[in-house]
């Protein structure tokens, strides 16, 4: 079982590229959110997932929920509220890159609280994005990451930075290197790296997307391992790099490497193999709009 923790919101993303240049572009609402997005990819792929959240029991919640079932993720882990969903109002710039404004006093997934322990098979638990800055429910979603990397389990980070969520850059990044010692996989973007301060060190592995210039690892034992992206018409990249985290977990459940120290003892080989399947995944979502990851006989 791998378990995803974090928000679930609902994207309003433009309906298309030209009716966007418009002051007022319609916006369709999507299902989203880095780690709802991370569940609906490894579910789509065929990897056995559960989704530990708090979502609301308004309409967009049903909706929400009804996308993780259809994907065959557990849902036993979440936890349902009356306080509305959090909204998040997509700009999508001509190259296809995202932006967001998000709507999120009040919302549900904010006062997320720490869960009982997880199930007995839980191998990996991933996190990230707006749960781990949004309180009170941010410190609770720390909380479980150190607990369960406290129990030996592969932690993936994923900090997906949303800056104008953030009130206190210089205290976030402090807070962000805290965790660094007890993550296995960290996967982050160019503009994540540089919004941070560098690539930092400290997890077992560290992922770095650098968009149409592929993916590159760095691994504790020493390995380094780059592969290109695959060439795609870009709709938009809403999603891309939640399905980056899903793939890699895939990957590394399907090599025996998904334990704490399983990503730093897979090798170049492997690595390879795990960077190509989230490159290939994260083209088929590109190509199309919203956060539509792939399911796993897309993939060849």
């Known amino acids: 079982m791998i378990v995803v923790a974090g928000e679930a919101l609902i994207d309003l993303v433009p309906v298309s590229a030209r009716e966007a240049d418009g002051p007022l572009p319609p916006l369709a609402p999507r ?85 009982p322990p997880l199930p007995e098979g839980t191998r990996a638990v991933a996190f990230g994005t707006c749960s781990l800055v949004l309180e009170p429910g941010a410190s609770a979603y720390e909380a479980l990451l150190l607990r369960e990397a406290g129990l030996g389990r592969c932690v993936l980070l994923d900090p997906n930075v949303r800056p104008p969520l953030i009130p206190d850059a210089d205290a976030y990044r402090k807070r962000f290197r805290s965790w660094l010692p007890y993550v296995s996989v960290l996967k982050l973007s160019e503009e994540d790296a540089e919004w941070l301060g560098g690539v930092p060190e400290g997890p077992d592995a560290v992922v ?63 690595w390879r193999e795990v960077l190509g399947l989230a490159a290939r995944a994260a083209a088929v979502t590109c190509s199309r709009p919203g956060a539509e990851p792939p399911y796993a006989a897309e993939l060849g």
Not at 63 to 82: I, K, M, W, Y
Not at 234 to 242: F, L, P, R, S
Not at 254 to 262: H, K, N, Q, V
């Open 208 to 270: 770095l997307t650098r968009g149409a210039g592929g993916l590159t690892v760095r691994t504790r034992s020493g390995t380094e391992v780059s592969v290109p992206a695959v060439p795609v018409a870009v709709a938009d990249t809403i999603g891309a790099g939640d399905t980056v985290n899903a793939a890699l977990l895939h990957g590394l459940a399907a090599r025996d490497a998904l334990s704490a120290a399983g990503p730093a003892a897979l090798g170049g080989d492997g």
């Open 31 to 115: 299902p989203g959110g880095g780690p709802y997005n991370t569940a609906i990819a490894l579910g789509r792929l065929g990897a056995p997932a559960a989704f530990c959240s708090r979502i609301s029991s308004d309409g967009f919640g049903d909706a929400l929920l009804g996308g993780l079932v259809s994907a065959g993720v557990d849902t036993s882990l979440v936890v349902r509220g009356p306080e509305p969903t959090t909204l998040a109002v997509a700009s999508v710039g001509a190259d296809g890159s995202a932006g967001y404004a998000f709507y999120a006093r009040g919302t549900a997934d904010r006062l997320f609280e720490l869960p």
